[in-house]
């Protein structure tokens, strides 16, 4: 969620943003600041009857006052009746004029935040505006795979050497499903295992997430309301709450410390995740992304850190770093990409994609993305920290993937294939396989 400060000390500069992320938010941008003047003006006139009636109030007490005191002396008490029925009227005419405003302030502050959940975050100045052909590479990482022989797709290895199961993945739960079987389960599970081996090195906390999650998560971290048709709701008899299964360790992460304040002391917080992830939206008619590239279901390591606005940078900088050394680790060829303002998602203020060769595809898929939300998940799920002096501010949350096996395992088949259809398996995860050295069938 923006700083709603920020969009009415500067509208302009709001609506250019949200524009280089190729959204038009003007209307609402618009529409938010006339909500706003609006609930600020019932607010107003909401504790100006308020303060009437105390006075009222108030007044009334002297006036009951003054009426024992005549009663004591038998004097006629009927004026000062009059004025406390008048002002008992008056004192129910506002109390219903509070009771309608306080309707009316409720239906505009769900319109409010309605709007400002739906606004994007403003990207970072230094993105290029508009889409992926604005997208920057900023490095190129190791030699790319060189062949004396036809190379083979991976899902013709994977199905020779019984890695994959691909027909028995689709008959189990339909089409962009696949069943991992013997090798290549443990060749799954060793990739995952050197993820997590090296995030607990460098001091990550490992988290392991419910993979069922309430409407909230999502909001905080600003899948929802837009996107919430894009997962995969469960329904509950006895519950009227909406839960739905994480696509991505993302949603559950970000909402860890949700309504919480943190102190600065305790902050960053440093946490990766392991979870199967659950994607409605997969599968591809080209010919080139059959096998694993897409599906409904993967495992992903989750990088995620809650951190200061000062040190967000820095932050962001080491997440990029440890999400290109799993990378490098593996031996592949690769590139690290700044996408442009319009190829960064919703929530996000910049993100870095590195990106692997897969021969098959003849071009650089996407194996992690690492992204700054600066304090927009923050906002929406009020996540905040005390500073040192005293001052409560929101805090700053990043992530990336740290890594999704299910565009690595073709990379890594297709990339170390030798000519008899065998994979060369890196050496970074034989100690996971019993010293394994090659696959064959």
Request: hydrophobic residues 35%; aromatic residues 8%; charged residues 30%.
């Amino acid at each position: 969620m923006l700083d709603i400060k920020k969009i009415k000390e500067n509208p302009d500069a709001v609506k250019a943003g949200l524009k280089a992320k190729e959204v038009d938010c003007d209307a609402t941008v618009d529409k938010i600041l006339e909500l706003d003047v609006q609930v600020r003006a019932l607010k107003t006139a909401t504790e100006t009857k308020t303060a009437q009636k105390n006075k009222i109030a108030k007044e009334n007490g002297k006036l009951f006052g003054m009426k024992k005191g005549l009663e004591k002396k038998g004097e006629d008490t009927s004026a000062v009746d009059a004025q406390i029925e008048a002002n008992k009227q008056a004192s129910i005419a506002l109390d219903n004029e509070v009771a309608e405003d306080a309707a009316k302030l409720k239906v505009l502050n769900d319109e409010f935040r309605v709007a400002m959940l739906s606004l994007p975050n403003l990207p970072d100045a230094d993105l290029l505006p508009g889409g992926k052909e604005n997208n920057e590479p900023l490095r190129y990482v190791g030699k790319k795979p060189e062949f004396d022989f036809e190379p083979k797709h991976h899902v013709d290895l994977c199905t020779g050497l019984g890695l994959i199961d691909y027909e028995r993945g689709v008959k189990l739960a339909g089409s962009g499903n696949w069943m991992y079987t013997g090798m290549g389960a443990r060749l799954e599970w060793a990739l995952l295992n050197y993820f997590i081996d090296c995030h607990i090195a460098d001091g990550y906390d490992f988290i392991l997430p419910p993979h069922m999650l309430e409407y909230q998560c999502g909001e905080t971290a600003g899948q929802f309301p837009k996107f919430a048709d894009e997962v995969y709701k469960i329904a509950n008899p006895t519950d009227d709450r909406m839960h739905y299964m994480l696509p991505t360790a993302e949603a559950a992460l970000a909402s860890v410390y949700r309504d919480e304040i943190l102190t600065e002391k305790d902050l960053p917080k440093k946490f990766f995740a392991y979870t199967p992830c659950f994607r409605r939206e997969a599968g591809s008619h080209r010919a080139d992304e059959r096998g694993m590239v897409r599906g409904h279901q993967f495992n992903k390591v989750e990088m995620f850190q809650f951190c200061t606005p000062e040190n967000s940078d820095e932050a962001f900088d080491e997440l990029v770093t440890k999400a290109e050394k799993l990378v490098e680790g593996l031996g592949f060829h690769f590139r690290t990409v700044k996408l442009a303002a319009g190829d960064c998602s919703a929530s996000m203020a910049r993100t870095y994609d590195i990106e692997i060769l897969i021969p098959s595809m003849d071009g650089y898929k996407e194996v992690s993305s690492v992204s700054n939300a600066r304090d927009y998940q923050a906002r929406r799920g009020n996540i905040r920290y005390r500073r040192a002096d005293g001052k409560i501010d929101f805090v700053h949350t990043l992530n990336g993937s740290g890594l999704a096996t299910s565009r690595i395992f073709p990379a890594l088949v297709e990339q170390n294939q030798r000519a008899d259809g065998s994979i060369v398996v890196p050496e970074c995860l034989r100690k996971y396989l019993g010293g394994l050295e090659i696959i064959t069938k």
